[in-house]
């Protein structure tokens, strides 16, 4: 039975998405809870004494940018470490532009995940350090800043970037310096069960431009962060020596690491190539190493959205969101053989292929969103949007919506490959499904892919697939129990069905509680056939508003748009604020591999750039639409057969 629901009473629906458990239970893969072994099975009054698996969701930012990245610090940056963390924990700020900031909720966990190269450089320009400046390089660059030369100094940093050369390559100590200082602010503003900073940097591969970045973060704290400092671009540009650097990280210190790729979309077919940086195909042991190591992907974020694009999916008519497909920063254009190698969902279509033929799904990796601010700001609220980088934080000024992100080194006469800050998305956010909002728990359902992305709006989503769940069992207030022992969540896997049967999902989705009505409903589905042919398939499987579907499994008509432009308002008088589905794939073929992803929709509402036209007085840009429709997507469900 599907069930929507219009209502103001978001905080009372919250409680459908808190399990209910008996205390004999528990499940494998989170632990059996806080009672005492001795009392596991015998019959005690309180239900919830031996929960042990995910009770909320939690809200994070696992890429923010401070004053310790260069390419943040050295273009105007002021704000360091402290007022990341506490502006993620709800506290107001005065951005580098003197305007006053506040999140309208606070952050539940957050990684500073400042770039790994020349880390710190601009705060011991401003600080004067006498190590930095007893270096050639050092004085050069300070002196260009203090001659008010930023434009120059930032120039001269970029030409070692370039080259990958680094020119304090002999300055080991001043990396270690800045690097403890990062952890020192983790472990201070770290505090389990109230909010968790994850200790974390950027890896900011660029090969010939190209986009091959990741997060790397620990399940660690000071102490073993500390044995070690950062690999860098300088160091290597091949995704393999992260791997073999995170693999000696966990050998010397018993830590845990993980990387998170982000922006295929500006890799110009590089993230989800059929060969290694090396030029080797794909073999049996990448596939292994790659999931090992990266077993989530930044799919959302401000320079753009890498779900799907609408060449890929042309029957998806939500496939172009915030497509950013130019080129990247370097000098090549953007051409349409890349594309395939740059979208999740076309990943994850090849990532089948890649199984059959190597028993390994090398793009089997579990999404989430995050922002890529470089304004030590971890906003994205459309109406509260600080923007890329400092130059472009919130005013009147053309700046703000013609600023370069890339095309700074196009070729002349070329094609243009020159993307503006209009084009930005004020995106996006981590939801993870864990036990406690402690590092452990946290890193934890990151690694087993529990976790889902948002655009930057806060859209509870729940998911479980199985074989045998019932219509009805959706609105249990067991659901999450049920979902649990007799089926999957998000990031699982379901393997050789039984006879007769096909996969069927519960899915739940509030709207976030402060945001806009929910829309619709959508899973994704992808599949190999027996030729090996790929395929995929969007199904609207639950319209708000009593809409049906129609033949083609989409809903009968648009949900509506209540945006006022010129205001830039909206209201809730469309949509619904809880949607319960059940589905039940109805062209399930057992042989064949296949993956599930849910899309969850909210109601049209105005863009960060509306909202600046109006709050500004300034004229709306041409080259964007001023209403967008926010988004969720969860990580997948794969079905294996024989498996």
């Known amino acids: 039975m599907n069930v929507t629901l219009r209502t103001c009473l978001i905080p ?13 239970d528990s499940y ?28 909320r969701v939690f809200w994070g930012d696992t890429h923010l940018h401070t004053a310790l990245s260069t390419d943040a610090g050295m273009v105007g940056n002021t704000l360091g470490l402290e007022e990341a963390y506490r502006f993620a924990l709800g506290d107001m700020v005065v951005a580098s532009n003197g305007v006053r900031a ?33 270096t050639d390089f050092g004085r050069k660059i300070a002196q260009l800043v203090y001659d008010g030369k930023f434009g120059d100094a930032y120039a001269l ?13 002999e300055e080991t100590e001043l990396l270690r310096t800045m690097w403890e200082r990062v952890t ?14 994850l200790i ?27 044995q070690i400092v950062p690999i860098s671009n300088y160091d290597s540009s091949d995704p393999e020596d992260l791997w073999a650097w995170m693999q000696a990280y966990e050998e010397k210190t018993g830590g845990r690491a993980l990387a998170i790729p982000h922006n295929g979309n500006l890799s110009n077919g590089l993230m989800f190539d059929d060969e290694t940086l090396s030029g080797k195909g794909i073999d049996r042991d990448y596939a292994e190493r790659r999931m090992r190591w990266e077993p989530v992907y930044e799919v959302t974020q401000m320079k753009g959205d890498g779900e799907a694009h609408p060449a890929l999916s042309p029957n998806d008519e939500f496939a172009d969101y915030g497509t950013w497909d130019k080129g990247s920063f370097g000098t090549e254009p953007k051409t349409q053989d890349m594309l395939p190698r740059e979208y999740a969902r076309e990943a994850y279509k090849r990532g089948l292929q890649y199984e059959e033929d190597l028993g390994v799904n090398p793009f089997k990796f579990g999404m ?39 095309g700074f080194l196009q070729e002349p006469g070329g094609p243009d490959v020159t993307i503006r800050h209009l084009n930005s998305l004020s995106s996006g956010l981590a939801a993870v499904w864990a036990t406690d909002n402690t590092r452990e728990a946290i890193w934890d359902a990151l690694n087993r892919k529990e976790v889902y992305a948002t655009t930057g709006t806060r859209i509870t989503v729940r998911m479980f697939a199985g074989w045998d769940f019932e219509e009805s069992e959706v609105q249990r207030p067991d659901f999450a129990k049920t979902g649990y022992v007799r089926g999957v969540p998000m990031g699982g896997d379901l393997k050789n069905a039984p006879d007769g049967k096909a996969p069927t999902f519960m899915i739940r989705a509030l709207r976030d509680v402060d945001g806009a009505n929910l829309d619709r409903i959508l899973i994704v589905k992808g599949w190999m056939d027996g030729d090996g042919e790929l395929h995929e398939q969007v199904y609207d499987v639950l319209c708000s508003d009593d809409r049906a579907t129609n033949d083609q499994h989409q809903c009968e008509k648009p949900v509506g748009n209540t945006v006022d432009v010129e205001e830039a ?28 992803y849910v899309r969850v929709l909210e109601i049209p509402t105005p863009r960060w750039s509306t909202y600046d036209a109006a709050f500004f007085g300034v004229d709306l840009p041409e080259d964007v639409e001023p209403t967008h429709q926010e988004r969720a997507y969860t990580s997948p469900v794969w079905y294996t057969p024989g498996g």
């Not at 009372?12 to 004999?24: G, Y």
């Not at 020192?184 to 900073?197: C, S």
């Not at 950027?202 to 000071?222: C, L, Q, Y």
């Open 569 to 596: 308002t909206y209201s809730n008088s469309i949509g619904d604020a809880l949607m319960l589905a059940y589905w039940k794939d109805p062209d399930f073929d057992a042989q064949q591999r296949a993956f599930y």
């Open 157 to 169: 940093w970029g030409e070692g970037m370039t080259l990958g050369e680094d020119p304090l390559a």
């Open 28 to 55: 494998a893969g989170y632990g059996s809870g806080p009672t005492e072994k001795d009392h596991v099975g015998e019959k005690e009054y309180s239900p919830y004494l031996n929960i042990g698996y995910p009770q």
């Open 12 to 24: 009372a629906l919250t409680m459908l998405f808190v399990p209910w458990a008996s205390a004999e």
């Open 102 to 134: 506040r999140l309208q909720r606070p952050l539940d966990f957050l990684v500073v995940a400042d770039h790994a190269e020349n880390l710190g450089l601009a705060p011991m320009i401003a600080e004067r350090n006498p190590d930095l400046l007893a």
């Open 368 to 406: 989430i969103g995050s922002t890529d601010s470089h304004t030590s700001l971890a906003t994205t609220e459309e109406n509260n949007y600080f923007g890329k980088a400092t130059p472009v934080e919130p005013t009147a000024s053309p700046e703000r919506f013609e600023e370069k992100i890339t």
């Open 200 to 226: 974390g940097f950027e890896w900011t591969a660029s090969p010939n431009g190209n986009n091959m970045h990741r997060n790397v973060i620990f399940r660690d704290g000071k102490d073993e962060a500390d």
């Open 184 to 197: 020192k602010a983790a472990e201070q503003y770290n505090d389990p069960g109230k909010f968790t900073a």
